[in-house]
C-alpha cells in the first residue's frame, strides 16, 4: 500500500496551497470543482484457484488460473452509495489481492478506507487490494468542500452454477381464480388479498373505500393507490398517508403493480423497497424505489429510476408481474411467464433459465414470493402451489 492519507486537514490544506498557485488572468481557465463521485472502477486481472483431486491416489492438486475482471462490470449505486459486480465472479477467485482503476468526477480524489481502523491510502492501479470483505471507498471533491462514501463489495459465486428446483406441494381448488394481483408480499404473510379482503400481519383489516389498489408491503408497512392516483402507504390499513417523491407522479405505474423489499443490509431497521409496472407514457415498465428507516423520523421518498438510452435491459411492458427477493437477487414473473431477473437492485433485467416454470406449471396468472427458510413459492390460479429451492 502507498503511504497513508493521515488526516483530512492535510488534504485540504493541499488542495487550498495548489489553488493559491493558479493564475488569475483570463488565460487561466483552470477550476476546482465541488463535485463528489466515483464516476467508473474496474477490476484488473484476477487469480483463481481451484482444486481437483485423483480419482485414484486421492491427492488434491491446486490449479491456478486467471480471471478477466475487466469482463465484470461494477455497478455504482449513488443513491445507495454502494460499488459491487451484478455479474458474480467465478469460484475460486481471489478477492485478496485486486488491482483495481477507479475514475472520479472533475478530478475528485479516491482514498480506501484500512480494514482495521479509520486511516486512509490512496489507490494505486499497481498495488493490490483486499476485497475479500466490503471496504469503504471515499471520494473528497477537488476543492477539499466535502466527500462521499461508498461501500464497495466483490460477489463472489460459491458453486459452479445455481441448481434451484421446483415440486408441487398441492393443487387447492380455493386458490383457483387467485391473481397476481391478489397475493403481492413475502411468503411470511406482510400482505396478502383474499377476493376483497386484506389480511395485513396475518390480521384481517378493513379494506378502506379510498384505496383503489393494493400493492404490496413490508413487515412494517403497506402500500396502495388511491382515487386520485397517489401512492399512499400505511401501518394499520386505516389511515394512509401520501408518500414523497423525488420525480413527477405522473410517471408512477398505473397498471399491472408490483412490490418487494428486502433489508437493506447498509442500516439497521430499514428495508429496500422496488416497485414496477405500466405507465401509459412509456413502452417499457417502469420502476421505482425507496428506502425506508424505520428507527428514523427521516422516511425517505420514492425515486424513480429513469431509462438509459444505453440500457438494453429494460423489463418489458407486461398484463401482470409478480416479484419476489431470492438468492440475492430481484425476480420478476410476469404475464411473458418468464422469469426476469435483475442483480442491480431493478437497473437492468434479464431473463433466466435457472428459475424457468416448472413443465407443469399451470394457469394463466401466477404469484412469486419468499419466505425466511430459502424457499421461493409460487401461487396460481389453476389452484397450483409450488416450493422452489436451491440445492447445493
Same mark, same amino acid.
Given at each position: 500500500?502507498?503511504?497513508?492519507?493521515?488526516?483530512?486537514?492535510?488534504?485540504?490544506?493541499?488542495?487550498?496551497?495548489?489553488?493559491? /498557485? %493558479?493564475?488569475?488572468?483570463? #488565460?487561466?481557465?483552470?477550476?476546482?470543482?465541488?463535485?463528489?463521485?466515483?464516476?467508473?472502477?474496474?477490476?484488473?486481472?484476477?487469480?483463481?484457484?481451484?482444486?481437483?483431486?485423483?480419482?485414484?491416489?486421492?491427492?488434491?492438486?491446486?490449479?491456478?488460473?486467471?480471471?478477466?475482471?475487466?469482463?465484470? *462490470?461494477? !455497478?455504482?449505486?449513488?443513491?445507495?452509495?454502494?460499488?459491487?459486480?451484478?455479474?458474480?465472479?467465478?469460484?475460486?477467485?481471489?478477492?485478496?489481492?485486486?488491482?483495481?482503476?477507479?475514475? !472520479?468526477?472533475?478530478?475528485?480524489?479516491?482514498?480506501?478506507?484500512?480494514?482495521?481502523?479509520?486511516?486512509?491510502?490512496?489507490?494505486?492501479?499497481?498495488?493490490?487490494?483486499?476485497?475479500?470483505?466490503? *471496504?469503504?471507498?471515499?471520494?473528497?471533491?477537488?476543492?477539499?468542500?466535502?466527500?462521499?462514501?461508498?461501500?464497495?463489495?466483490?460477489?463472489?459465486?460459491? !458453486?459452479?452454477?445455481?441448481?434451484?428446483?421446483?415440486?408441487?406441494?398441492?393443487?387447492?381448488?380455493?386458490?383457483?381464480?387467485?391473481?397476481?394481483?391478489?397475493?403481492?408480499?413475502?411468503?411470511?404473510?406482510?400482505?396478502?388479498?383474499?377476493?376483497?379482503?386484506?389480511?395485513?400481519?396475518?390480521?384481517?383489516?378493513? +379494506?378502506?373505500?379510498?384505496?383503489?389498489?393494493?400493492?404490496?408491503?413490508?413487515?412494517? #408497512?403497506?402500500?396502495?393507490?388511491?382515487? @386520485?392516483?397517489?401512492?399512499?402507504?400505511?401501518?394499520?390499513?386505516?389511515?394512509?398517508?401520501?408518500?414523497?417523491?423525488?420525480?413527477?407522479?405522473?410517471?408512477?405505474?398505473?397498471?399491472?403493480?408490483?412490490?418487494?423489499?428486502?433489508?437493506?443490509?447498509?442500516?439497521?431497521?430499514?428495508?429496500?423497497? %422496488?416497485?414496477?409496472?405500466?405507465?401509459?407514457?412509456? #413502452?417499457?415498465?417502469?420502476?421505482? *424505489?425507496?428506502?425506508?428507516?424505520?428507527?428514523?423520523?427521516?422516511?425517505?421518498?420514492?425515486?424513480?429510476?429513469?431509462?438509459?438510452?444505453?440500457?438494453?435491459? /429494460?423489463?418489458?411492458?407486461?398484463?401482470?408481474?409478480?416479484?419476489?427477493?431470492?438468492?440475492?437477487?430481484?425476480?420478476? %414473473?410476469? @404475464?411473458?411467464?418468464?422469469?426476469?431477473?435483475?442483480?442491480?437492485?431493478?437497473?437492468?433485467?434479464?431473463?433466466?433459465?435457472?428459475?424457468?416454470?416448472?413443465?407443469?406449471?399451470?394457469?394463466?396468472?401466477?404469484?412469486?414470493?419468499?419466505?425466511?427458510?430459502?424457499? %421461493?413459492?409460487? +401461487?396460481?390460479?389453476?389452484?397450483? +402451489?409450488? /416450493?422452489?429451492?436451491? @440445492?447445493?
Amino acid at each position: 500500500m502507498n503511504k497513508a492519507f493521515a488526516t483530512l486537514s492535510a488534504f485540504i490544506c493541499l488542495v487550498l496551497s495548489l489553488s493559491s /498557485c %493558479l493564475k488569475d488572468d483570463d #488565460e487561466n481557465d483552470n477550476t476546482i470543482y465541488s463535485d463528489m463521485a466515483i464516476t467508473q472502477m474496474t477490476l484488473g486481472t484476477l487469480n483463481r484457484y481451484t482444486h481437483t483431486t485423483n480419482s485414484s491416489s486421492g491427492n488434491d492438486t491446486v490449479i491456478k488460473t486467471t480471471v478477466t475482471g475487466s469482463n465484470y *462490470r461494477m !455497478t455504482i449505486d449513488h443513491l445507495g452509495h454502494l460499488i459491487y459486480n451484478q455479474d458474480y465472479l467465478p469460484v475460486g477467485t481471489d478477492t485478496k489481492h485486486v488491482l483495481v482503476t477507479v475514475g !472520479t468526477k472533475n478530478g475528485g480524489t479516491a482514498l480506501i478506507k484500512s480494514l482495521a481502523g479509520d486511516s486512509l491510502f490512496y489507490i494505486s492501479n499497481t498495488d493490490s487490494i483486499d476485497f475479500s470483505s466490503p *471496504r469503504t471507498l471515499r471520494v473528497y471533491a477537488a476543492d477539499g468542500s466535502g466527500y462521499r462514501e461508498y461501500t464497495v463489495t466483490l460477489n463472489v459465486s460459491t !458453486t459452479n452454477g445455481v441448481n434451484f428446483g421446483w415440486r408441487l406441494a398441492g393443487n387447492y381448488d380455493h386458490l383457483k381464480g387467485w391473481t397476481g394481483r391478489q397475493l403481492a408480499a413475502t411468503a411470511d404473510s406482510a400482505l396478502l388479498m383474499d377476493g376483497g379482503t386484506a389480511y395485513f400481519k396475518g390480521e384481517a383489516i378493513d +379494506v378502506s373505500q379510498d384505496i383503489r389498489t393494493y400493492i404490496g408491503a413490508t413487515e412494517h #408497512e403497506m402500500f396502495g393507490m388511491d382515487d @386520485s392516483n397517489k401512492l399512499v402507504t400505511s401501518s394499520d390499513g386505516k389511515s394512509w398517508s401520501e408518500e414523497a417523491l423525488d420525480d413527477d407522479a405522473a410517471l408512477l405505474p398505473n397498471a399491472a403493480m408490483a412490490m418487494t423489499s428486502w433489508p437493506y443490509k447498509q442500516a439497521d431497521f430499514t428495508d429496500y423497497i %422496488l416497485l414496477v409496472g405500466n405507465n401509459r407514457q412509456s #413502452e417499457h415498465a417502469v420502476v421505482w *424505489r425507496k428506502i425506508s428507516f424505520y428507527n428514523s423520523s427521516n422516511q425517505g421518498q420514492w425515486v424513480y429510476m429513469p431509462f438509459d438510452d444505453i440500457n438494453h435491459y /429494460c423489463l418489458p411492458a407486461l398484463d401482470w408481474y409478480s416479484m419476489a427477493y431470492y438468492n440475492d437477487a430481484v425476480l420478476c %414473473l410476469g @404475464s411473458d411467464k418468464q422469469m426476469w431477473r435483475s442483480r442491480d437492485q431493478g437497473i437492468t433485467w434479464q431473463t433466466t433459465s435457472t428459475y424457468a416454470l416448472p413443465s407443469g406449471f399451470e394457469g394463466e396468472e401466477a404469484a412469486i414470493a419468499a419466505d425466511s427458510n430459502g424457499h %421461493l413459492w409460487m +401461487v396460481t390460479n389453476a389452484g397450483q +402451489v409450488w /416450493c422452489g429451492s436451491v @440445492s447445493e
